[in-house]
């Protein structure tokens, strides 16, 4: 199994650019969730899934959007980047409540 | 919303010693897991507690749920090398329906 796999590793993009983290699981989960991770900010949720066809926005959803069309794939999208999206996006999947999730290795994203 | 405080931020420890890091909500709790993050790596479950006054233990590390729900603490005996890292807990307000709630994280730091 390769869990969960988050593409491309590194970006750079453009102020006011938008673009597409892809995240996808092989672990038939229903839960999926987005995290930035920010130096001294720990991880703070963007949305979340908890089934192909249902979201739900976390604590930092404004710039960003996301889509659940199948159980596997939950991209997240950037609408317009900002210096501020500068981060390490983190995408997470967990089989459902009260099952711990497991992380993808990261993308980590610089705007300038 | 929910909030979940960590502290401390920074912890330095000579080899042997041990180590506590304490996590708190601002409301009760459905569930509450525990985290590790290498340097550079991605956050990877070690455990998750359900009942109140809930204790489990593995190997070296111990982790408590207080009666209350709203707080929980994982201390580690003896640490070693290898217990570098950043240690976050996370709540659920919903069972894990909601999403989870990180904490900032507790960086361990070993010095032999």
């Known amino acids: 199994n390769a869990g969960v796999t988050q593409t491309p590793k590194f970006q750079v993009l453009k102020t006011g650019q938008s673009m597409t983290l892809q995240c996808a699981q092989d672990m038939n989960h229903e839960y999926m969730s987005w995290y930035r991770q920010d130096p001294g900010m720990g991880l703070r949720l963007i949305h979340y899934?908890?089934?192909?066809?249902?979201?739900d926005q976390g604590e930092v959803p404004n710039g960003y959007n996301v889509s659940r069309s199948t159980t596997e794939d939950f991209p997240l999208r950037l609408l317009s980047a900002a210096p501020s999206q500068t981060s390490v996006y983190f995408c997470?999947?967990?089989?459902?409540?009260?099952?711990?999730?497991?992380f993808g290795s990261g993308t980590r994203l610089t705007v300038v | 919303g929910q909030q979940v405080m960590q502290i401390p931020q920074y912890q330095h420890v000579q080899e042997g010693e041990d180590f506590t890091t304490y996590c708190n909500s601002s409301?009760?709790?459905?569930?509450i897991q525990w985290y590790k993050q290498r340097p550079g790596g991605h956050p990877v479950f070690l455990i998750q507690?359900?009942?109140?006054?809930e204790v489990k233990k593995q190997k070296r590390l111990t982790f408590q749920f207080g009666e209350a729900k709203k707080n929980s603490s994982l201390h580690i005996t003896a640490t070693q090398t290898t217990d570098v890292g950043t240690y976050f807990c996370?709540?659920?307000?919903?069972?894990?329906?909601?999403?989870?709630?990180f904490g900032k994280g507790t960086h361990l730091i070993i010095q032999p």
């Open positions: 996370a709540g659920g307000s919903g069972g894990g329906a909601d999403g989870l709630t």
């Open positions: 997470a999947s967990s089989p459902g409540q009260f099952y711990g999730y497991t």
């Open positions: 507690l359900v009942k109140s006054g």
């Open positions: 899934s908890v089934g192909a066809g249902i979201t």
């Open positions: 409301t009760t709790l459905s569930n």
